[in-house]
């Protein structure tokens, strides 16, 4: 069974900067994927960026150049450095993590993902 467990959310300004991270408790097969995912009220959940454990990343396009994913295997954490937000980054961050075999254009799609964090809540003041 696999764990997973955000923090870093907060409140910020337009143009400002978090840091989220997800702590991995549990055992996680070595081929995995581990991402992040958002959902503001009244939308789908949606994927924000991706990391594997070859090191291979993907980005949504509207996070690109702003956010970064990254992952510190000896604390077994999984990390997004969130710059120059907007106010339409407001939303509940999710961690997830799964190791199946997948399609490379399914990597940011939710139901690809088995294992899920509780969310942390991000919110971006104009």
């Known amino acids: 069974q696999v764990q997973l467990v955000e923090s870093g959310g907060g409140s910020v300004q337009a143009g400002g900067s978090l840091r989220l991270s997800c702590g991995v408790f549990?055992?996680?097969?070595?081929?995995?994927?581990m991402a992040w995912f958002r959902q503001a009220p009244g939308k789908e959940r949606e994927g924000v960026a991706v990391?594997?454990?070859?090191?291979?990343?993907t980005y949504a396009p509207s996070v690109k150049g702003r956010f970064t994913i990254s992952q510190d295997n000896a604390k077994n954490t999984l990390y997004l450095q969130m710059n120059s937000l907007k106010p339409e980054d407001t939303a509940m961050y999710y961690c997830a993590a799964d190791y199946r075999d997948i399609p490379e254009g399914a990597r940011l799609v939710a139901m690809q993902y088995r294992y899920w964090g509780q969310g942390t809540q991000v919110t971006v003041s104009s």
């Open positions: 549990g055992y996680l097969d070595s081929r995995y994927r």
């Open positions: 990391t594997d454990s070859e090191g291979r990343t």
